[in-house]
């Protein structure tokens, strides 16, 4: 399978606190994009960070991309209980050689943020 | 217009029925793409349009039938599906090589 993983699958925590979510992926990547998905909804796009990156921020997100280790981490801060949903990282993958981008979702993380 | 809207929210049919899924975008997007997600899956790509012409088809079973009409709608006919084909259904869009603009989605439940 091509898909990432991410991990944990679940993640419980306090208002307040940060939360951190990882993403391994398999294949040499265009960018790396995170989404946000409410229950049965379809998804956010949160942010996206290319190859050539290391670090993005916007507003409490943060994310690292380490494309030697394959792998890129979302750490959200200051949660807040609207932050609780599922957080799927997706791969560009390089050299797809078409006009369109082809993302592979992780297994996404779970996140529960308790009032 | 930063909106991709899907139609309808949900959908029940059997097995032998016809029916089809729309999606709708103005944000000047050229390419649109279908995705399959089951409960507690994620997104998985079924269908890529690029330009209005079919680009990218990930092995997806001849029941399912994408139809781009134009540059701003995108359709998935269905027929003689099976009860393993409920999902929710969700339509993207997207400029080359940038986020995904995701509309809501429709839950299929094939009887």
């Known amino acids: 399978s091509q898909q990432g993983e991410e991990d944990p699958q679940a993640l419980s925590i306090q208002e307040g606190e940060n939360a951190t979510m990882n993403c391994s992926y398999k294949?040499?990547?265009?960018?790396l994009q995170w989404y946000r998905q409410n229950s049965g909804r379809g998804l956010v796009h949160l942010i996206l960070?290319?190859?050539?990156?290391r670090e993005k921020h916007s507003g409490r997100l943060r994310v690292t991309l380490d494309t030697s280790k394959k792998s890129s981490s979302l750490l959200i801060t200051a949660s807040r209980a609207a932050d609780t949903a599922s957080y799927f990282c997706a791969t560009d993958r390089m050299n797809y050689g078409g006009a369109t981008n082809k993302l592979i979702f992780g297994t996404g993380t779970l996140l529960a943020v308790q009032p | 217009d930063t909106e991709v809207t899907q139609t309808p929210k949900h959908l029940v049919m059997g097995m032998t029925n016809k029916k089809s899924l729309k999606c709708e975008q103005h944000m000047g997007h050229r390419a649109m793409y279908w995705y399959k997600q089951k409960a507690k899956k994620p997104p998985e790509l079924m269908f890529v349009y690029s330009y209005e012409k079919l680009s990218i088809n990930e092995s997806v079973p001849s029941r399912f039938s994408p139809e781009c009409p134009n540059s701003s709608l995108l359709n998935l006919h269905l027929h003689a599906l099976q009860p393993e084909d409920s999902a929710l259904y969700l339509c993207?869009?997207?400029?080359?090589?940038?986020?995904?603009?995701f509309g809501p989605g429709t839950r299929l439940t094939v009887l």
């Open positions: 960070i290319r190859s050539n990156e």
């Open positions: 294949t040499s990547i265009n960018n």
């Open positions: 993207a869009s997207s400029f080359t090589n940038n986020e995904q603009f």
